[in-house]
């Protein structure tokens, strides 16, 4: 099993000592060596897999799984990434639950926890509300563990917030790895970060904020385009900006898909909610304003219908780079004359990359599962070996 | 574990080869050994479990289930053998999914099967569909496991279509078997698959269309009995004359429940709705013409209630073969007095018969577990002697 | 590993065998030995989750969870439970089943429970139904099980009736046990038992009544408050008495919170429903009588705004023992200001006992855990010996 000691001997050479026992919330939180930690240890774990070597490392414990919007990726991805390690799922539906009783987070965090060993929270909706609402959980299982109340702390998983979308874009960023075969080539790629139409109606920020916050670290021009009125947060911009410096790439904006594409080696054109329709949509619900919301979501429709040209056409792929840009989409995507009348993408240009996108999506459940071994495990070199060592295979037949 | 040897020794005389890898779709699609090659490897799972031997064969791994359609019975049986093979359960519950958005199937298929080794579905309600769409899901994560998507491709078990209920029927055959002990002793026996009275509306075909289709293979006389107007699927009429002629039994057809009942073995009385009228109902949900699907529905009530006189009385009881012969049902049952006023049988003919109803019923979990084990097993009597020589026991304790 | 050595040696001195294959409906039908063998199996399974010794005792099995009202606590801690010793759980949600078709609950355990080592069922709401709905669930599946149908008994855990709440108050109990440092220390010690003001309607009774029927069994003088017209089951009360003869303590009852909690160790101060509100709210659902449940809740409601300064505050609890009682609620309460603009506990109160009320809920997976074992596993000794021996970690890294 020799392809584990190339995977030790990558992380021999990393510090990752401080996710030990963390969460993980935004990936402009994690160090370089940490965030080369996950793609590692996720790619450790899906050889092992291949291999047909149990990496089950929980003989019992729950994964909690609370979403606060529908899902069926990520839903999955954690689910697999939780049964990969040996927890069982339970979701927290709030519906079947006694939440509305006016009990505190912190009560809920910690009475659902007793033997949770992580906890995978989607909450995306509401701006400046989403990250605060998983602090606030990790930071009461944590409290309940310093108290002798949970025999063990839980790790929080950001399975997507307002802010970033960390196990979406540390996955796309995976996909890229693999595709141009390894980090060191992807130095001065062009990034097409870009809104595109969709006739739907407040979908998160999370992902073009989480990409301008990941992607700029890999010395990549990341260019974020999107028509006037769809602004992402500044703050995230200002993390971008810095990355860039640091890395040796540049973080530019403009109001042109076409600006964008020129040239692109990987394009991601998708929908997205502007910043400032989503807080004041936070406001309306916060005072239970139907009404307003309703209005508010007319609004937003016909904004969205008089950018109907920003599509990822045939025609624009032919502009990027070498006509072959990596087509990026954390799915599903509004596909035109597929999913809808117009959306974000042609059907024939999303055909061409209907496999690379699947590949795309397969990194997700790994690098979940990677971010909770990050947190649980010190020395994950010695585990693999361990786990070699152990032999029980995933599959015994 | 002589017991192991035994099912072993039957194993060896059949070839059930092409069962690995594949899907179980119809059981008319399967050769006659590799249904007994099913019966075979659910009493084995049996027989083991009762021994205390463990037969999980899958360390981690999920099991996708998907129904379409409110189910207990046969989603605890689903859950039930994908445990006993280690393998745990994830709902794919559509409402909390995001498949409304337009996705396609092939899409929400890899999406769902990182990990999945069995996709489970249910999808009995719309004529021309159901099982299409199996087979949409099973070339989906056929093609992405060629495709180097899916690291395994996830076995497809129909757990009821609009053709046929598999593991529904193959639970009934091996109840049949454990009842008059033995195949070799069922040649010759009559079989009464009837119609009875139901007030419930839009009941599917798929329960007498795979008694058709599978007991016609075992030499017994099949005699399908309705009132006019509530024909099966011609075509599976067609599949069970040529079983038939093939097994030397026969299948004959009558519009007279006492002419089914007339010294019959086995009596399987049992409401179904129209094959017409549910293909009128799949054209009018496809349009979604909600006061069309009122009035069919209206209408289908009144059709039924011309035929209340079709139940399984303690008079036609008397009719079988001694008066004595064995009463199947899939469950639940419509019992006159008791779920409904006036229904397909007669109370005390229904508790007379309520455990070898419920026998029949066990052997469902262990047909799936069957399906499949031997969708992911090649050589099952090494496994079974594997699983010996591991020990490891169900219960601990 | 000594400690399991202390617990073994504290099973040495019970008689529990009549547990063995048994079901958990009422504390007060356990005998005193075997109420204190859950303890001491509960806190034998903590310990050994503690030193990380993995306490699987199932490969495989289901444990069946059927709720009939909301639930966060019992939800997770009964999944929490069936995780610890292995089994996977399946919720029977009614909603997606067929049980609405009219099949009897006889039918219906059965076919839940082909693999189902456990069923706990939670079925608070109607007086006089709940318990007896568990009795005729347990009742079926064990004559299932003599009838051949189900490879084993499922054992049936009481999750909340309409009479007890037992994993609630055993939890409770230990914790009092752990508190005050043993059993031995208990005589005596006064408990307030008191209902408090809640701006909601209709909770269940079970947890005044559990309470008042199991720790009147430790020689404390058990003090029931409430206001006139808030009476609980007369034939609880009745236990209590006689429990209480038996232990050498006392049951006495007030229409006075201020008695109750004067010179009170522990204080459980808790709004329940009028038994005769509740009974006649079972007649009117009965009766499906959707105006005249209207009419009850806005009557109850009014007859409990009556009795506002039925609060736990500070002063309250200034008149406990050294104004320290321990106070106890099985959680969420009604926090003044907090989850409602008045209610049962003042939030400073609720705020300094934060803690311990957390520890209080933490017992729960454990002592539901305790009872599914001490029904499956003859010798629990020598099961912790060989788990120790077997030396499975619960997490391996």
Request: charged share 25%; hydrophobic share 40%.
């Amino acid at each position: 099993m020799a392809y584990i000691n190339h995977f030790n001997a990558t992380l021999d050479g990393l510090h990752f000592g401080g996710m030990f026992d963390g969460d993980f919330f935004l990936t402009w939180e994690k160090t370089w060596d940490e965030i080369q930690a996950v793609f590692t240890v996720a790619d450790a774990l899906r050889a092992l897999r291949e291999d047909n070597v149990s990496t089950k490392i929980f003989e019992s414990g729950l994964g909690i799984s609370l979403f606060r919007d529908n899902s069926t990726r990520t839903r999955f991805s954690f689910a697999s990434a939780c049964n990969l390690l040996g927890l069982e799922v339970q979701d927290l539906d709030e519906g079947k639950s006694q939440i509305a009783h006016g009990e505190t987070v912190r009560e809920t965090a910690n009475m659902i926890s007793f033997m949770a060993d992580v906890i995978g929270i989607r909450d995306d909706m509401y701006i400046g509300k989403g990250n605060a609402y998983m602090h606030a959980v990790a930071d009461a299982v944590k409290e309940g563990y310093l108290d002798g109340v949970l025999e063990q702390r839980p790790t929080l998983v950001n399975l997507q917030c307002d802010i970033d979308h960390p196990t979406q874009c540390m996955a796309d960023m995976n996909h890229i790895i693999h595709h141009f075969g390894g980090i060191e080539n992807l130095k001065g790629k062009k990034v097409a970060m870009t809104w595109a139409y969709s006739p739907s109606y407040g979908k998160p920020l999370s992902v073009p904020q989480g990409v301008a916050g990941l992607f700029t670290r890999f010395g990549m021009d990341v260019h974020l385009a999107h028509p006037k009125g769809y602004e992402v947060m500044p703050e995230v911009e200002e993390v971008a900006r810095k990355n860039a410096l640091l890395s040796g790439g540049t973080f530019t904006k403009s109001n042109s898909m076409d600006e964008a594409f020129k040239d692109a080696d990987i394009v991601y054109p998708k929908s997205w909610a502007p910043f400032a329709a989503m807080e004041k949509r936070t406001t309306l619900y916060g005072n239970g304003d139907d009404a307003g919301i309703k209005a508010l979501e007319k609004e937003l429709l016909a904004q969205n219908a008089a950018h109907k040209d920003w599509e990822c056409t045939e025609k624009r792929m032919t502009a990027t780079r070498g006509g072959k840009a990596l087509y990026l989409h954390c799915l599903p995507a509004d596909i035109t004359d597929v999913s809808c009348k117009e959306g974000e993408v042609a059907a024939s240009v999303f055909d061409r990359y209907r496999v690379p996108l699947y590949k795309q999506a397969s990194h997700k459940p790994y690098v979940i599962a990677a971010m909770i071994l990050l947190a649980k495990v010190k020395y994950p070199q010695k585990l693999f070996a361990d786990l070699v060592a152990r032999g029980t295979n995933r599959f015994f037949g």
